[in-house]
């Protein structure tokens, strides 16, 4: 953490710099006199000055990383998980920060290297969906949520240009959340610092990522018993009893981030990419100044990635009976209990990119190879090293009057640990009509190893998997719909070979029959009136009966929001949010692990989730006002069920939460 803090305090140190010259800069031009200024001899007067009406305009746009999609910031206030960090389709053991796993089926797609642990992925950042920036004028996004219990999350964005050829950005974000009962306090940290430069005639340009992500969450092992929600003396879920930790000691405390009973997952990633064209110069002279262009026709990338990882459950006061009880594990007389993988993964990749045609940048062939070698060390000190090399190739037409995106882009492994995994997609879109109709075609088709932790290379105590059967994932979707009007319809139809699961806590598994899996997905808004908006989501899911998946037929999200621009600044959107699924058997969490895996004899039968919701924008400045989980006033009754939905066996959701939000972006 004194590496964040460091990191941290620095960012915002030169931040505060930039700000102060900026404000230096402006208060001279305000002050300094020339030639038209009305004095004879040049000095300076102190003037009114008619304000700039453009004073506060700004141009930014950024671009995903590996992506040339040219993408705006979001302006809009409907949807509030916009800015929280799970969205609706994701659900977690209890509050903020805790193990999260997905309603849809979402298998890994992927070839090469994967540890295993994946219970808190959606809280970090993540490489393919870092941003890099260009913008006419600094920018800086702070934004801060307040919920129940003291839940509290702090969010900053920063990015600015240095000149035309280097930008900059910062984000940083921390989450606490003491939870809804006992031992269940959970803390995150997320830092991303980018650098992007382009050298002025456009032949070299360079992109630097540091990502650091940390994931603290107390485990409880779920409620001992949670029927006793629905008769609590004072109404508090904090008065019942959970399977790990010392109830004892525990109590809800905004500012404690600390983790006696629980995992702590930690991502750090470095990369340096580079490359340099060789094509065709130019220049165009407006207004006395010379603009270089350039058109590249050959690349040469390279690409360099560190990441280190660290999965860690530690107990330091460890009940044994209930280890055995509840988890069927006997630790013994053990005074700690402590499990911890570490991960050091290093990539460097090479690759040549040809562009056929001069002026379209998004027409390319890139081939390339890479080479990546892992380590860890285990309990026993003994290291284990390996390595992989792969070949890569992508091609890419984008047409200038951007009707046709077509992709396709391979991977394999050629020699090492993962020999023999391999990645294939295509993908075509076509825009319909000049009202923003569109329809879009994939397929996928993965070939990947079991995780490490599957095979047993891991501290944890996970019996490994007697022989390797490489999983083979086929995936074919469509997807038609229209961004301005806000409709989407789409489908997709996964066949799944030799599918990789836990069958227990403890124990991996291999499905070897095929079985299929279909998903169809509507979104709609309805306009109602003038101001009235119906917002239409609808998830439907299929799956073999014999295969091990267990999910909800149905998922939907269905919103009713009084919206409109009123008072000339004010943009309002209010109203009532519903979210439901189906009944089906949730899979079951062993927190020694950190894996969800599959049961079958219980069954999750919950209420649709309300939430009441007042959001509103004036000029830049949003709020968020939520009232989450209304259906838990209603009683318990046999056809409505509990009044607390659960997300997984012994794990209920929150009662009656209140959240309140702000986001504020000010232009420097």
Same mark, same amino acid.
């Given at each position: 953490m ?8 620095g ?9 102060k010259l900026?404000?230096?800069q402006?208060?001279a031009?305000g ?6 200024s ?6 300076s007067k102190?003037s009114l000055q ?6 506060d305009?700004i141009t930014?746009?950024?671009?995903l990383?590996?992506n ?6 979001d302006?809009s206030?409907?949807d ?5 960090p799970?969205?609706y389709t994701t659900y977690n053991?209890g ?10 089926f979402?298998?890994i ?6 540890a295993?642990f ?5 809280y970090?950042?993540?490489l393919e ?6 913008t006419?004028?600094?920018y800086?996004d702070?934004?801060y949520?307040?919920g129940?219990?003291?839940?509290q ?6 990015t600015?240009?240095k ?8 984000e ?7 939870g809804?009962v ?7 940290n997320?830092m991303r610092i980018?650098?992007h430069?382009?050298s002025?005639?456009?032949q070299?340009e ?8 940390k994931?603290a969450?107390?485990?409880n092992g779920?409620l001992?018993?949670?029927s006793?929600?629905?008769?609590l003396?004072?109404n508090?879920?904090?008065?019942l ?6 109830s ?10 600390s983790?006696a009973?629980?995992n ?5 990633t470095?990369l340096?990419?580079q490359s ?6 130019d ?6 100044v ?11 990338q390279n690409e360099?990635?560190?990441e280190n990882?660290?999965f ?8 044994a ?13 053990s005074?700690?209990?402590?499990f ?6 290093l990539?460097?990749e090479f ?10 940048s998004n027409?390319f062939?890139q081939?390339g190879?890479?080479y990546?070698n ?9 290291t $284990? +090293?390996?390595? *992989?090399i792969?070949a ?6 984008k047409?200038?009057?951007? @009707?046709?995106d077509l #992709?396709?882009a391979g ?10 995994d391999?990645d ?6 076509r825009?319909?009509?000049?009202k923003?109709?569109?329809l879009?075609?994939s397929f996928?088709n ?10 047993g ?5 996970i019996?490994?998997?007697?022989s390797?059967?490489?999983?083979n994932?086929i995936?074919?979707?469509?997807e038609t719909?229209n961004?301005?009007?806000?409709w989407?319809l789409?489908?997709?139809y ?5 599918y990789?699961?836990?069958?227990t806590?403890y124990?991996?598994a291999?499905?070897t029959p095929?079985?299929s ?14 101001? $009235? +908006?119906?917002y *239409?989501?609808?998830n439907?899911?299929?799956v073999?009966?014999?295969?091990p998946?267990? @999910?909800?037929?149905? #998922?939907?999200?269905?919103r009713?929001a009084f919206?409109?621009n ?8 209010t109203?009532l949010e519903?979210?439901?699924?189906t009944?089906?058997k949730a899979?079951?969490?062993?927190p ?5 895996y ?9 209420r649709?989730?309300a939430n009441?919701?007042l959001?509103f ?6 709020g968020?006002?939520r009232?989450?989980?209304?259906n838990t006033?209603?009683l ?7 009044s607390?939905n659960?997300?997984?066996r012994n ?6 939460w ?8 000010f232009?420097?």
């Amino acid at each position: 953490m004194s590496f964040v803090k460091t990191i941290l305090i620095g960012c915002v140190f030169l931040t505060m710099v930039q700000f102060k010259l900026n404000a230096q800069q402006y208060g001279a031009l305000g002050r300094s006199g020339g030639g038209n200024s009305g004095s004879s001899n040049g000095t300076s007067k102190d003037s009114l000055q008619k304000r700039d009406q453009n004073a506060d305009s700004i141009t930014i746009y950024y671009k995903l990383y590996n992506n040339n999609e040219v993408l705006k910031l979001d302006s809009s206030i409907n949807d509030f998980f916009i800015h929280y960090p799970l969205p609706y389709t994701t659900y977690n053991l209890g509050n903020l920060g805790t193990a999260t796993k997905s309603y849809l089926f979402s298998p890994i797609q992927k070839g090469g290297f994967d540890a295993g642990f994946h219970a808190y992925d959606r809280y970090f950042y993540t490489l393919e969906g870092t941003p890099f920036y260009q913008t006419t004028r600094p920018y800086t996004d702070f934004g801060y949520l307040l919920g129940g219990n003291g839940e509290q999350m702090v969010e900053i964005k920063h990015t600015q240009n240095k000149q035309q050829q280097l930008n900059f950005s910062f984000e940083y974000r921390f989450s606490n959340s003491p939870g809804n009962v006992k031992n269940q306090n959970s803390n995150l940290n997320n830092m991303r610092i980018t650098a992007h430069f382009q050298s002025k005639r456009k032949q070299y340009e360079t992109y630097f990522v540091m990502l650091n992500n940390k994931a603290a969450s107390s485990e409880n092992g779920g409620l001992v018993k949670p029927s006793r929600l629905d008769s609590l003396s004072l109404n508090n879920p904090y008065e019942l009893e959970t399977r790990l930790g010392i109830s004892g000691v525990a109590f809800a405390n905004p500012f404690n981030t600390s983790i006696a009973t629980g995992n702590t997952y930690k991502s750090n990633t470095l990369l340096w990419k580079q490359s340099y064209d060789l094509g065709q110069k130019d220049s165009i002279v407006k207004d006395t100044v010379v603009i270089h262009l350039f058109y590249p026709r050959l690349r040469f990338q390279n690409e360099i990635k560190y990441e280190n990882s660290e999965f860690s459950f530690i107990d330091n006061a460890p009940n044994a009976s209930s280890y055995l009880k509840y988890f069927n594990c006997d630790i013994g007389g053990s005074a700690i209990v402590q499990f911890i993988d570490k991960w050091s993964v290093l990539t460097n990749e090479f690759s040549m990119v040809s562009y056929p045609q001069k002026n379209n940048s998004n027409q390319f062939l890139q081939v390339g190879q890479g080479y990546t070698n892992l380590n860890t060390t285990l309990d026993n000190q003994k290291t $284990w +090293n390996n390595y *992989d090399i792969y070949a890569f190739g992508v091609y890419k037409n984008k047409t200038r009057n951007q @009707l046709w995106d077509l #992709l396709t882009a391979g991977k394999l492994y050629l020699n090492g640990y993962h020999a023999g995994d391999y990645d294939a997609q295509f993908y075509l879109s076509r825009l319909l009509s000049s009202k923003g109709n569109y329809l879009k075609l994939s397929f996928q088709n993965s070939n990947r190893t079991p995780s490490t932790n599957y095979l047993g290379i891991t501290n944890y105590p996970i019996i490994s998997l007697k022989s390797i059967q490489k999983e083979n994932i086929i995936n074919v979707s469509g997807e038609t719909g229209n961004r301005a009007t806000g409709w989407k319809l789409g489908g997709s139809y996964e066949l799944i070979n030799n599918y990789h699961y836990f069958s227990t806590g403890y124990k991996p598994a291999i499905y070897t029959p095929a079985f299929s899996y279909i998903r169809g997905q509507l979104e709609h808004k309805i306009k109602l009136s003038t101001h $009235w +908006n119906w917002y *239409d989501e609808l998830n439907v899911q299929i799956v073999d009966q014999a295969a091990p998946v267990n @999910l909800p037929l149905l #998922l939907t999200r269905q919103r009713l929001a009084f919206e409109g621009n009123f008072y000339k600044n004010l943009f309002l959107s209010t109203g009532l949010e519903l979210i439901y699924h189906t009944d089906y058997k949730a899979d079951d969490y062993m927190p020694l692990t950190g894996q969800f895996y599959v049961q079958n004899d219980y069954t999750l039968h919950n209420r649709p989730t309300a939430n009441a919701f007042l959001n509103f924008m004036i000029k830049r400045f949003k709020g968020y006002v939520r009232l989450e989980n209304l259906n838990t006033l209603l009683l318990t009754s046999p056809s409505l069920g509990n009044s607390y939905n659960f997300t997984s066996r012994n794990y209920p959701g929150t009662g009656t939460w209140f959240r309140v939000g702000i986001w504020w972006n000010f232009i420097n």
